[in-house]
């Protein structure tokens, strides 16, 4: 069957570019040649480069999706441990650890008297490493009176039979810190926590205490040693 002149017209065309191209490079020089297959070769090397890159890009942006779809489930994960409601202190008495209502009840209780914390704890929730840490960098003195004239050494206040010593009052700022590091601490790794951390009202108190530092007239605070509750919220 014979092509009509419409489909007969692209081959025509395509014929003629390619005559043309022909007569084209019969008429470059061998140097002309060379330079025009070099320039080919550029070209050809530059698109093959932006399409690797063009791949690369391409993956480490699903790599990325990925990476945050997985962060997402992970979250969603350790939230879903989380109580659905705040334990009250009833309830913490009747399922977590205590240390009585004394220093010699706490020991036979299996608990430590946390300088950092003013109380005695159960050792599930007692930090030591991180206790210490803080003591250093806060170099404290202790005193019998609020203020701060009769001194008491350091061994005293680690033994924790005292009801209460005075110190000064950066003290304070720092025993907020060290709690919250605890509380970070102990969600983080699953481990149970001192009471008076996970309760909301404390850190209402550690917040307002940080805000008001600059118009506490007194330089003293006193530490009164507390027999706190140990356990786990977690689940």
């Keep these: 069957m014979s092509q009509s002149r419409h489909d007969m017209a692209p081959s025509l065309e395509e014929d003629g570019e390619a005559l043309m191209k ?3 490079e019969a008429m470059l020089s061998s140097q002309q040649r060379r330079r025009l297959n070099k320039k080919r070769r550029r070209i050809n090397a530059f698109a093959s480069i932006c399409s690797i890159f063009s791949g690369f890009a391409t993956g480490l942006v699903l790599i990325i999706l990925l990476l945050s779809v997985w962060q997402q489930i992970g979250t969603k994960s350790q939230c879903a441990d989380i109580p659905d409601h705040q334990l009250t202190e ?18 036979q ?11 005695w704890i159960h050792t599930d929730c007692y930090a030591a490493d991180l206790m210490e840490k803080y003591i250093e960098r806060g170099n404290y003195s202790w005193f019998r009176d ?15 039979d005292h009801e209460v010593l005075w110190t000064r009052k950066f003290f304070h700022y720092a025993h907020c810190a060290y709690l919250w590091e605890m509380q970070m601490r102990a969600y983080r790794e699953r481990k149970p926590i001192e009471s008076e951390i996970f309760l909301e009202e404390h850190t209402i108190h550690c917040a307002g205490i940080l805000l008001q530092q600059d118009t506490l007239m007194t330089n003293a605070t006193a530490v009164h040693t507390g027999f706190e509750w140990c356990g786990s919220p977690w689940g």
């Design 22 to 24: 022909g007569q084209y």
């Design 90 to 107: 009833e309830e913490m008495h009747e399922m977590w650890k205590g240390c009585g209502t004394n220093s010699a009840e706490a020991r």
């Design 109 to 119: 209780m299996g608990c430590k008297y946390d300088v950092m914390l003013g109380g």
């Design 146 to 160: 609020q203020s701060l004239t009769i001194p008491v050494s350091e061994e005293e206040m680690r033994r924790g």
